[in-house]
């Protein structure tokens, strides 16, 4: 698996191989950098079929290994397969069900709060109904915000924030009284919020220019469900977040003043680390 702490799609891949314990039988290697050649592992990597070539190594390579004349673009997650040396997918939430199906009777899971597994047989067109629904208002939503800025399209980056705004106040509501989204357990869908939850603060509320709604996630915030909720996940998958590389870029972002720095960290991760105090919740699943 190939990945980079700077991408959420990325970091969920990464977050489920931990939560299914799967270290042990998909390696991993993080991307260090990028550059006009693409993602970049400055100091080579892990990975049977690739780890003697020279550093620095670079994520196009894997895709001319299995295709020496491919036009695609270059992007993390990657699966790679070493047995028969060919691309399994770059597709990140098909990866991350392919961990939680096929995958996951070959783990050993880090925190017993799946009992039914992170992709049970009996939600699964309910969690691809909810991921649809918070991909196009939240996940993406955010991006669709700073591209709107970045294009100078003044309307199209409001109405993206307000999708974003709005799909924080509904997801706080539903959170007040289910422990997870779908209910009792954790399952795919609440990794992949969570990726996004976590780069809210540090990053997206500055950077594309989300200062509004009921302020942030887990400070200066009008969600203290939604608060609660990131911290419990956070506890579970502390080791998997790298919260330096979540501003990468976003320094740069189009909604980023020039003089005015990113948050600081500190204080971010100081709120991520406390008590959630949601052992009380209702177990509802609706």
């Not at 489920?16 to 998909?26: D, F, N, P, S």
């Not at 939600?123 to 918070?134: F, N, P, R």
């Not at 997870?180 to 919020?193: K, N, P, Q």
């Amino acid at each position: 698996l190939f990945v980079s702490g700077v991408c959420p799609w990325a970091s969920g891949t990464r977050t489920a191989r931990h939560l299914l314990g799967l270290e042990g039988i998909v390696s991993m290697d993080i991307a260090d950098g990028q550059s006009s050649a693409g993602w970049c592992f400055t100091k080579g990597v892990e990975c049977s079929t690739f780890k003697d070539h020279a550093a620095p190594f670079y994520l196009h390579q894997i895709f001319q290994r299995s295709e020496p004349f491919c036009t695609t673009r270059i992007t993390v997650p990657l699966l790679w397969d070493t047995h028969t040396e060919t691309i399994v997918s770059d597709d990140s939430w098909g990866i991350i069900k392919m961990f939680a199906t096929s995958f996951a009777p070959l783990g050993n899971p880090s925190v017993d709060v799946f009992p039914d597994g992170l992709l049970p047989e009996d939600k699964a067109a309910e969690i691809e109904e909810v991921h649809g629904k918070l991909n196009k208002g939240l996940m993406n939503g955010v991006y669709r915000a700073g591209i709107g800025l970045l294009y100078g399209n003044k309307d199209g980056a409001a109405a993206a924030a307000e999708d974003v705004y709005a799909t924080l106040a509904m997801i706080d509501e539903k959170l007040q009284t289910s422990r997870f989204l779908l209910g009792s357990h954790l399952t795919v869908v609440d990794i992949r919020l969570v990726m996004c939850l976590l780069r809210y603060d540090s990053s997206y509320r500055s950077a594309f220019n989300l200062r509004a709604g009921k302020g942030g996630v887990l400070i200066e915030t009008g969600y203290p469900a939604v608060q609660g909720y990131v911290r419990e996940v956070y506890s579970m998958i502390k080791s998997e977040v790298d919260w330096p590389s979540f501003r990468q870029y976003y320094r740069w972002g189009p909604g980023q003043e020039k003089e005015d720095p990113l948050p600081p960290l500190e204080p971010i991760i100081a709120s991520a680390e406390l008590p959630h105090g949601r052992e009380g919740i209702a177990h509802s699943a609706s």
